[in-house]
């Protein structure tokens, strides 16, 4: 795996098959990252990166510049983030050991981009109750945007908060936000 563009781009580290995860591919990121690159100064933003596993989604935002907080219950996972976090000698990242909705529930930050990556084997239902509870909890500031990974069987279009879907293979990037009313 590796950091696709930015200050850290080509920096590259082992996955250990212990961490059981399945990382965002590098041609899903390159696409993410050039959707975002036209509407956002990445160096002017501040990250949360849930369900961050990896941290691959934590590393490319904080190559770029943005402030990153990533969310992981997993020890192992953890661990790998702060080790890669060290190599890497940043000071703009905060990582915490804890369940996503958890947090979710009790931060009082609000961020400029969520990026939530949960486990495939997540019901829609779950994923459902991911994105109103983001949104009943005002975690995004104004113009703030919500991007939720998921396999290609699912579709939220009917979420009052959804605007935008793209497609990459079996991977979906959807995209949301408070509409004025």
Known sequence: MRIISGEYKNYRFQLSKKLKIRPTTDFCKENLFNILSNILDFSEITVLDIFSGSGSI????????????????????????????????????????????KYIKKTKLKFDLIFADPPFNFEKEMYLHLIELIFKNNLLKPEGNLIIEHNKFLNFKNSIYFYENRKYGDINFSFFKTFEK
């Open 58 to 101: 934590s590393y490319e935002f904080l190559s770029r510049g943005s402030n990153v907080t990533s969310i992981e219950k997993n020890p192992k996972c953890t661990q790998f983030i702060k080790e890669n976090i060290k190599k890497l000698q940043t000071e703009k990242s905060r990582i915490k050991q804890i369940d996503a909705f």
